[in-house]
T-cell receptor, first 110, second 114 residues
Framework: QKEVEQDPGPLSVPEGAIVSLNCTYSNSAFQYFMWYRQYSRKGPELLMYTYSSGNKEDGRFTAQVDKSSKYISLFIRDSQPSDSATYLC??????????FGKGTRLSVIA | DAGITQSPRHKVTETGTPVTLRCHQTENHRYMYWYRQDPGHGLRLIHYSYGVKDTDKGEVSDGYSVSRSKTEDFLLTLESATSSQTSVYFC?????????????FGQGTRLTVV
């Protein structure tokens, strides 16, 4: 079993929809949880990160971490065509480099 | 944009030939990483560096070597390229380990081994 599991999609939603992206993980040592966004033929860029459990909100984006269930989510409200990208979850424990999920490809249709 | 430059951006090479990819940064970040990205596998760590001449292996290091003789440059070498190494390669940098502050990625190098 891979350390981080993420449904690759693709996911297609209409403009304005609420999008839910999710990852599960197996390593209970993970402490930092991140979401990266990657546009086609570009490098990933950090969208949000959360330390330990809880929620974090940034504009239309909300990241949630449930360490008891080993489950993280990213919610996008009022989705826009410009949100069309691949979203990668990533996580890290104290002394290891980032471990990424496979990424979920999202298309927001106008 | 963070100052990361990968070169070349695209390369086609023949099986069995050596290939070197270069990552150059202007941020003076201590940590540098090489990832490969493949459909169905996501981003996988090849090697990383935590200082000049200090490197360590990642998840998929077989067939790859790295060198870092200066803070700003991190080279990835495929000693004898194989078709399984056809991929998009990303360099990343971070100020602290283990990337729990923002990590910056380059634009990627698309390598095709024929």
């Amino acid at each position: 079993q891979k350390e981080v599991e993420q449904d690759p999609g693709p996911l297609s939603v209409p403009e304005g929809a609420i999008v839910s992206l999710n990852c599960t993980y197996s390593n209970s040592a993970f402490q930092y949880f991140m979401w990266y966004r990657q546009y086609s033929r570009k490098g990933p860029e950090l969208l949000m990160y959360t330390y330990s459990s809880g929620n974090k909100e940034d504009g239309r984006f909300t990241a949630q971490v449930d360490k008891s269930s080993k489950y993280i989510s990213l919610f996008i409200r009022d989705s826009q065509p410009s949100d069309s990208a691949t979203y990668l979850c990533a996580m890290v424990s104290g002394n290891t480099p980032l471990v990424f999920g496979k990424g979920t490809r999202l298309s927001v249709i106008a | 944009d963070a100052g990361i430059t990968q070169s070349p951006r695209h390369k086609v090479t023949e099986t069995g030939t050596p290939v070197t990819l270069r990552c150059h940064q202007t941020e003076n970040h201590r940590y540098m990483y090489w990832y490969r990205q493949d459909p169905g596998h996501g981003l996988r760590l090849i090697h990383y560096s935590y200082g000049v001449k200090d490197t360590d292996k990642g998840e998929v290091s077989d067939g790859y070597s790295v060198s870092r003789s200066k803070t700003e440059d991190f080279l990835l070498t495929l000693e004898s390229a194989t078709s399984s190494q056809t991929s998009v390669y990303f360099c990343a940098i971070s100020e602290s380990r283990p990337m729990n502050t923002e990590a910056f990625f380059g634009q990627g190098t698309r390598l095709t081994v024929v």
